[in-house]
């Protein structure tokens, strides 16, 4: 399998598309003024304690305090506060844990007013981002995570990624990290670190505990709400979970960004340099690789496949409810054969789906009715194996006797939802139009205002690819008709996603100049 990470840079965000065999399967998006994101550490203050729910609610610099629940805080957590009291006070003077006296772990049935007080300073980490009313959720079991290895404190375990099948690998795996692993620092080994030498996981478990040090002196009269520890920017953090051998190119639009991925893979994975590219060409990334068709075909209600059939997803506060349509395309006379065929494509699209949309919690799935029990259960099978992909973790259940499929996913950030319908070229959502005729005038006018005020400026156009084309046609063609009016070569450049009247101006380091 073929695996491309495009990547979108602009002042304000950068934008990340997976692609699979060319097929746009994950799409994330990161402000570049975000202040926190998922697994970055804080030192919070508990606001106030909620025995009702359990729960505590903390204070880690979000205009909403973050929810922390009883189930979320974790055995160790009178090691953890003991830990943190100590490197706050200055008492305790190592992050090592090698002389640290673990404390008893608290129990599962507890209560939360049992353990913490209120206006406490806690160690937590970010497990999950602001969904729609809701602020943060956070968590007291701390991980570093690495490439090949996560790192957990006050903890004794090793544990082996499930990924990694063969029995002697993991045996082999296990004893590596034993022998490696610092005093009273649990280890889970991730399913990159398969076939890895020790060197490479002592060399990523030495920066790990570099980082854990760097919370222990961070700790030394903090005061809180304060940011311990960032999780690696989107790019980085994507790179770090997903980058294998099926990656072949690694495309970004800004140099920058281009030299700090090349750094980033130089420390992980050396061998991989090579891929990553910077895109040359005028035209925009996502247009060159085809990323904002797929969006635009991939997002909305109805996602349609390529033999007609189509899913219907719909979502509601509770769950997201999916309904498989065959369409008008079923031509096989063995009607059973045909119904497996639509269920089966189905399945992989919507396994495509929740990826890329990012779905999370109840998926509710009404498949076209199969009487074959072995076609049902190749169906669950179909759907097991189109996941395995999937990063977050999921659950799939057999069909219920009404051909339902329930489906849970973690969800960790809000669901990506992008707005493919277009407005009105013709009328701009007005319901009245503007004659057609008239928009080389609009786009004339506009041109003479901007070069009264910067007559030295170097522009370029943006506009639809069939305006593009219009303009430039014939000899003279209206842009060299403007040159000689206006004494200014004006460049024109199509965007694919415009709609067909819209039309936007940029100076020469393609920053958009605003009329208004």
């Known amino acids: ?31 570049t003024n975000n202040n926190f994101t998922v697994g970055d550490i804080f030192l919070g203050r508990i ?37 943190s009291d100590g490197s706050h006070s200055g008492s305790l003077t190592t992050h090592r844990l090698d002389s640290f006296k673990i404390e008893p772990e608290i129990i599962k049935t507890g209560k939360i007013d049992q353990v913490l007080q209120k206006r406490q300073d806690i160690l937590v980490q970010v497990l999950k981002e602001p969904i729609s009313t809701k602020g943060p959720r956070l968590s007291c079991e701390i991980t ?25 690998e993991r045996k082999r795996l296990k ?14 080994v991730r399913t990159a670190a398969e076939g890895k030498k020790v060197a490479d996981l002592h060399e990523e478990l030495t920066i790990m505990l570099q980082k854990w040090e760097d919370i222990h002196k961070q700790l030394y009269k903090a005061r809180a709400p304060m940011k311990l520890l960032s999780e690696l920017d989107k790019t980085s953090s994507i790179l770090r979970d997903i980058l294998s051998d099926d990656f072949n190119k690694i495309v970004v639009n800004d ?3 281009h030299t700090n991925i090349r750094s980033f893979l130089g420390a992980i994975a050396p061998e991989k340099v090579n891929i990553v590219q910077v895109h040359k060409t005028r035209k925009p990334i996502f247009d060159a690789f085809g990323v904002n068709r ?27 409810v999916v309904d498989v349509n065959s369409g008008h ?93 277009e407005v009105c070229p013709t009328c701009s959502g007005t319901g009245k139009t503007n004659p057609s005729i008239l928009l080389t005038d609009d786009i004339e006018r506009d041109l003479r205002f901007i070069l009264q005020s910067r007559p030295k400026s170097k522009l370029i156009l943006k506009v639809h690819p069939y305006i593009e084309a219009y303009l430039k046609k014939g000899l003279p063609s209206i842009q060299m008709r403007w040159f000689q009016k206006l004494y200014k070569w004006i460049r024109i450049k199509p965007v694919d996603n415009f709609h067909l009247m819209q039309y936007k101006f940029y100076d020469s380091n393609e920053d958009e100049i605003r009329l208004s």
């Open 329 to 421: 395309k079923m031509t096989s006379t063995d009607q059973e054969k045909a119904v497996l065929a639509v269920n089966l494509e189905a399945a992989e699209e919507l396994a495509r789906q929740m990826r890329l949309r990012d779905i999370g919690g109840i998926i509710i799935v009404d498949f076209i009715d199969m009487r074959n029990p072995e076609n049902r259960k190749d169906l669950v099978k179909a759907m097991r194996q189109f996941m395995k992909k999937d990063r977050a973790q999921h659950t799939i259940l057999p069909l219920s006797k009404f051909g339902l499929m329930q489906i849970t996913r973690q969800r960790a950030r809000p669901e990506i939802k992008i707005n493919t319908a």
């Open 1 to 31: 399998m073929d695996k491309e990470l495009i990547i979108n840079s602009t002042p304000t965000q950068v934008e990340i598309a997976l692609l699979e065999n060319g097929k746009l399967v994950e799409i994330h998006h990161q402000k």
């Open 175 to 188: 004893l590596l990290v034993e022998s490696i692993r610092p005093k009273s620092f649990g280890v889970i």
């Open 255 to 257: 140099k920058q960004l």
């Open 47 to 83: 606001r106030k304690l909620m025995p009702g729910l359990n729960a505590a609610f903390v204070d880690i610099g979000h205009k909403k305090d973050a929810f922390l629940h009883y189930t979320d805080l974790g055995p160790k957590l009178r090691s953890l506060i003991k830990f």
């Open 294 to 320: 797929q969006i635009k075909s991939s997002f909305g209600k109805t996602a349609t496949m390529s033999s007609g059939a189509y899913i219907i997803i719909e979502h509601t506060e509770a769950m997201h």
């Open 144 to 168: 570093i995570p690495g490439r090949y290895l996560v790192l957990t404190p006050f903890n004794d375990v090793i544990a082996v990624s499930k990924k990694i099948a063969n029995a002697e």
